[in-house]
């Protein structure tokens, strides 16, 4: 079991682009959730996901950032027209159940300039 | 509101001291609190949680409800417990971190 992918590890961006952050849970997870790690804070909350559902979004931005977990395929965290505060690691986490057993990947460090 | 604190951003040690790394948090209602450490630009790995009452790697932590803590211990420090951890709580459906505490321990 590879555990929770999240490519690429490293992402830079200019301002005005788009980002799109993957991550493939581990195997048998079906909920998804991403944090946002900025410079000298803890993680915060951003949105959680079960199989094509969002089931709570209440820590993304309210404009330029998306997120999805298709029936197929990796979650994707989009954000668009990136701007300098978006620079941020961004982690994904899995788990089996709702709210338990969270195993985290890597992070994408995306780096806007 | 659901927060967690750490008040300290660095603790610095030498090798073979204690370290007590502290972690306040309110909330309403029975908490269930974890300690996760991060290795140098790594994945987050979960280190304890206080449901369990385990000792992982020498480290502890005890819920204290009166005192709303649950400080991560350890007797004797070693250069590879060098790290940032954070405190974190389960709110719903996910975490709510404190901001981490750097841990440096000196040979």
């Known amino acids: 079991n590879a555990g929770v992918m999240q490519n690429p590890r490293h992402l830079v961006r200019r301002r005005g682009q788009e980002a799109r952050l993957r991550c493939s849970p581990m195997k048998g997870h079906s909920h998804v959730y991403w944090y946002r790690q900025l410079p000298e804070e803890g993680l915060k909350f951003m949105v959680y996901?079960?199989?094509?559902?969002?089931?709570?979004e209440s820590g993304m931005p309210k404009e330029r950032f998306s997120a999805e977990f298709p029936k197929e395929g990796p979650s994707i965290l989009r954000i668009q027209q990136v701007v300098r505060g978006d620079s941020a690691a961004y982690f994904c986490a899995s788990s089996p159940l709702q709210g338990n057993g969270y195993t985290f990947g890597s992070g994408t460090r995306l780096t806007v300039v | 509101a659901q927060r967690v604190t750490q008040p300290e951003k660095l603790l610095s040690v030498f090798k073979g001291a204690p370290v007590e790394l502290k972690c306040n948090y309110s909330y309403s209602g029975s908490p269930e609190l974890f300690w996760y450490v991060q290795y140098s630009r790594q994945r987050l790995q979960l280190l304890l949680r206080h449901i369990s009452r385990e000792s992982i790697k020498g480290f502890t932590a005890d819920l204290n409800k009166g005192e709303t803590s649950f400080h991560l211990k350890k007797p004797f420090a070693q250069e590879e417990d060098s790290a940032m951890y954070y405190c974190a709580l389960t709110y719903g459906n996910k975490l709510v971190f404190g901001a981490g505490t750097i841990l440096r321990v000196k040979s």
């Open positions: 996901l079960q199989k094509e559902n969002i089931i709570d």
